[in-house]
């Protein structure tokens, strides 16, 4: 008899221990499909390996739920009280999902709880921030929020465009009144130097990593004066808000890289700030921040010198803010050539050596990859010579770096052969529109007649970023074509201490209502990292081929619409959504090919970037559409 009990147990263990591992699996794979930062990762990869969407059955795809923005009614209100200022644009916020709860904040500053199966609201919490006036740049827009937990504590952490830090339960929607003084952190303090909150504010979501709330933000782009807010990046203690550290963008006495402003013009200089996303690697504790241009994008003659951390990818230990490496990819920036999009952490193998990468994608069109932990490029990137500036008093670096892999995913600088030739006479027009102006390659800068930039300081890639498969090792780059002409002015004595200002920015006109350029004018890139190559290209939308056949030009295939969200990637397809002449869609693409599986459309212009996620073993795919009184989120699922 105990032998053969023993002989059961022994025999019934396994399928014990099998169930448990299933359990186990399970359980793994329900917290996997989560979201649970902005960039689905805090490595902004925007992959999640889910797919129960798939080729087969995505056209399927329907509305599960729709929420309606709290913002809404009270921007009715305005409008009806004809405060048209205090309207919000698109409506960009990706949210977070996290155990079956998503969370997403409002245009205005207020964060909602819902049942991420159903969109019912669990809780709002409303932070007034709209009221405090128009915010300093890019009018009302709040694009995401961060999740902390610590033991029984879960915290949201929202940062708003009048400059406040706010800690919220997650469970109650209130304030952590251990926070700060009533659950939030004056932004405004602590710079190291007074300044006009107006000018100051948040955009992007903080950064949880490693125990600290790291906070950037985002400074108004036009300056009255010389003196503007230092966009300095701070880390916060998740339970008190106590400060625990700050990085200076703009060295400060006695700091590396303070050299690099002469003249002392690092004392009243500001912006230099990281308005977008940043990243984090929390198993080495290293944030990665990508730093804008400095105060008065198009002229530093009052701030000569490379102007370190001005336009470069900066790495920092989560826990002390301690420089760790940077590289600066545009010296004494005068083109407004931000780094606009999140760092991608990436692991990759190159030539036989696996790599902890990271890669950084430009207005420029050009993509950076750099070992994460030491910063040495993965490939080689050179400087090389550029055009000088004819403006008096300014002093560019006579060389800038350009990557020598990958090939840019975008065109660069303006020549005859850049231009529209799908007629000798739409060519001749085209030519003839450009020789008021000065034009030339990549990092041709500004002047006082009028200076053509290609691509424009709007494009290629901007603050969608990009996604990264990280069983393939592609990378997915929406970007976007579209000159600019970028003209300074005088500026005047009598309400400023600038010599120039940012004059006339504007579009160029291309022959009889067409662009000025050859197309694609919005593409998708596919680049194997592994190997530096391009895998495909496609253009982005329709755009203006219609127009084009009408002229009775032979059909070029699409072109490519201006419009475009971040991109979304699953095990299986490519998400990106697009206002596409009258169309509002979301795209599933092949991920192989970039060829169009489906278009799904959406009731309004789509402006954030869509996420997924799974609860209950039901997939969804949810997108922030359209603005002012009208900002929705959309959540489709299969039937």
């Known amino acids: 008899m105990t032998n053969t009990l023993g002989g059961n147990m022994i025999a019934r ?10 359990l186990v699996i399970l359980s793994i794979e329900l917290h996997a499909a989560d979201w649970p930062s902005y960039g689905g990762d805090n490595g902004s990869r925007k992959y999640a390996a889910l797919d129960q969407i798939g080729a087969q059955n995505v056209a399927r795809l329907s509305t599960a739920w729709t929420w309606d923005s709290v913002d809404n009614d009270q921007v009715a209100e305005n409008r009806r009280q004809e405060n048209f200022r205090a309207t919000p644009g698109g409506y960009k916020a ?74 919220i339960d997650a469970e109650s929607g ?6 700060g003084e009533g659950g939030r952190v004056d932004l405004a303090q602590g710079l190291g130097r007074e300044i006009n909150r107006r000018q100051y504010g948040v955009v992007s979501p903080p950064l949880v990593s490693n125990n600290i709330v790291i906070v950037n933000s985002i400074v108004n782009d036009l300056p009255q004066t010389k003196e503007m807010p230092p966009g300095h990046v701070r880390g916060f203690n998740p339970e008190t808000g106590a400060m625990e550290w700050i990085f200076h963008t703009i060295p400060q006495a006695g700091e590396f890289g303070n050299d690099s402003w002469e003249d002392g013009s690092w004392e009243y200089t500001g912006n230099t700030n990281s308005w977008t996303v940043m990243s984090a690697d929390d198993e080495l504790g290293y944030v990665y921040i990508p730093i804008g241009t400095p105060t008065n994008d198009w002229y530093g003659g009052l701030r000569k010198g490379n102007n ?51 890669a950084q994608i430009s207005k420029q069109g050009y993509t950076y ?99 990264f498969d990280p069983e393939t090792g592609i990378y997915y780059i929406p970007s976007a074509s579209a000159p600019i002409v970028v003209q300074l002015a005088d500026a005047d004595p009598a309400d400023s201490n600038l010599v120039y200002r940012r004059g006339r920015e504007n579009s160029v006109a291309g022959p009889q209502g067409l662009p000025l350029t050859k197309p694609p004018y919005s593409r998708i890139t596919a680049i194997n990292l592994n190997t530096g190559e391009h895998v495909w290209m496609v253009p982005h939308g329709e755009g203006v081929r219609q127009r084009i056949i009408d002229m009775g030009i032979l059909d070029p295939g699409p072109v490519g619409s201006q419009s475009r969200t971040g991109p979304l990637l699953t095990k299986t397809l490519l998400f990106i959504a697009q206002r ?34 799974l609860v209950d073993g039901r997939q969804y795919v949810s997108i922030a559409v359209g603005g002012g009184a009208d900002a929705k989120l959309i959540t489709l699922a299969l039937p």
């Open 174 to 179: 209130q304030p952590d009144s251990r926070f």
């Open 13 to 22: 263990f396994p399928q014990k221990f099998i169930f448990f591992l299933l």
């Open 94 to 167: 990706t949210p977070i999902v996290i155990d079956g709860t998503m969370y997403i904040p409002t245009s205005f500053g207020s964060i909602a709880a819902l049942d991420a199966r159903t969109g019912e609201e669990k809780w709002v919490f409303e932070t007034g921030a709209w009221e405090a006036g128009t915010p300093a740049n890019l009018g009302y827009n709040t694009r995401g929020v961060a999740y902390w937990q610590r033991g029984e504590f879960t915290r949201i952490f929202f940062a708003t465009n009048d400059s406040y830090l706010w800690s």
């Open 308 to 358: 370190l951390f001005a336009e470069s990818l900066v790495v920092v230990k989560a826990a002390t803010g301690e420089l760790v490496w940077h590289f600066q990819m545009v010296h004494h920036g005068v083109w407004d050539y931000d780094l606009p999009a999140a760092p991608t952490l990436i692991d990759i193998t190159v030539d036989g050596r696996a790599i902890e990468a990271v």
């Open 369 to 467: 990859v750099f070992d994460r932990i030491t910063g040495e490029p993965v490939w080689p990137i050179e400087e090389r010579a550029v055009p000088q500036s004819s403006v008096p008093g300014e002093a560019l670096s006579p060389t800038q770096p350009h990557p020598t892999r990958p090939a840019a995913f975008e065109p660069q600088g303006i020549s005859d052969e850049t231009l529209i030739d799908f007629t000798p006479e739409l060519r001749a027009e085209a030519l003839q529109n450009i020789e008021k102006f000065d034009y030339g390659p990549l990092f041709t800068p500004p002047s006082l007649r009028g200076t053509i930039q290609f691509p424009g300081w709007g494009g290629g890639a901007e603050w969608h970023g990009a996604s």
């Open 580 to 613: 596409d002449g009258d169309r509002n869609l979301l795209r599933a693409f092949n991920k192989a090919t970039g060829a169009i599986i489906t278009e799904i459309d959406l009731p309004l212009p789509p402006a954030g970037t869509p996420m997924t996620y």
